[in-house]
């Protein structure tokens, strides 16, 4: 399987471009980029460009170079250039749509594409739609050049053009003495459906995470992570999880074993669980302590389908900072921020600029620890659709609790 990379830019035409000068702008991109294997989705409103390409990496960075240099429009904006597992246009390559058609409508519109079951298997590729959607809204418009430039160019703005077999492990919770886990629903309350179960370190009483950690050594600590970290999905598949599973990382357990990840990638395909599935978390401050690393391994593993979410985020020194390096699909916010936010105004306003990034880059939020009707009334209200916390439910012993309660 060849590796697939995906670019999102934004750019500012030149002058309005009417639907035929469009069209036919494309219509010469189009068989170049059928040739090549590059697929995506081109819009334009009101004088902004905005474009998705996926491909070969040497093919669709070499094409974004040549439309980085088109003199039809500037102000070219890079918003994502990242790995993906799989095309998001990969059979639909309808190629360029005016924002104000139909066609886009119908595309971005209340449809399957973010219908429940598309979008559950298509989380990392979700993101393009998300863009588009938010461009659709107005985000992401450059102003139009006032100095227009009708010059003959040459033609390059590109165009866009498993199943799960029942878990295969013994019978009988696997063996281990010393710990096991606890599992806590995420609520989508959109669709009243559980996103993900997060898995929790317990010991064999309940007793918390910290208290099974404080008894690991130092230097054992990331074999101990990495071992139970296999517990943890071995036991989800067998409780039979068909959401998704968010797992803890120790700090520093990514940079510091090469098979940190690969592990994950195998146990989970052992028992039958695929890796979309997958969501690792990894808290705010571990990113920014090797930054390029984390860059770099994380990027390796999102070609292989599994999903980032960085953990207790703001409650770091990094914040938005991080997302100008960093693009996870997931942020969790941290608990501190989400107590009391219902009358606590700087945490609102905080949050507030959060969510408003997160919908620009295409970051889906879970609103972690909410405990009051109140915190969930105000996160709601602003557009919160991922929800962990006791108001909900509570982390279930060895088990992966099916209903949850649902505040008033
Ligand atoms: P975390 O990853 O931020 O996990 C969320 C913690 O918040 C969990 O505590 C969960 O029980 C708790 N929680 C959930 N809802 C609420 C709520 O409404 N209110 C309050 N006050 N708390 C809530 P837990 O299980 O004690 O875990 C604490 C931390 O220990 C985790 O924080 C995580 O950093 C770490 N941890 C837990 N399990 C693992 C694991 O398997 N591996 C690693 N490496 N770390 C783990
Ligand atoms: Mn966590
Ligand atoms: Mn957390």
Redesign the pocket.
Known sequence: MSQLIQIIYCSAAKHLFSKSELVHLLAKSRSNNLKNSVTGMLLYAEGSFFQVLEGEPEVVERLFETIRHDRRHRDVTLIIHEPIAERTFGDWTMGYADITSKEVDELLGANDFFGTEESFTRLGQDRAMKLLEAFRHGRWRVRLSDNAELSDIQDSTGAPDSSVPSAGTPSGLPPHPDYTFAF?PIVNVKNGTIFSY????RGLDNE???SILQHVEEKEMHRF?EK?RIL?IEMAAKLGLSARLNL???PRSVDSSPTAISSILQTAKRCGLREDQIVL?ILEREIIDDFDYFNAVLDDYRGSGMHFAI??FGSGYAGLNLLAEFQPDLIKLD?ELVRGIDYRGPRQAIVRGIIRTCEDLGIDIIA????TPEEYRWLHNEGIELY????FA??AFEALPVTYRMPG
């Open positions: 806590q997060e898995a929790l370190l918390s995470a910290e992570d139970s943890a803890n990382f120790l978390e953990d207790d608990m972690e620890g909410v405990e962990q916390g006791r108001l509570g982390p």
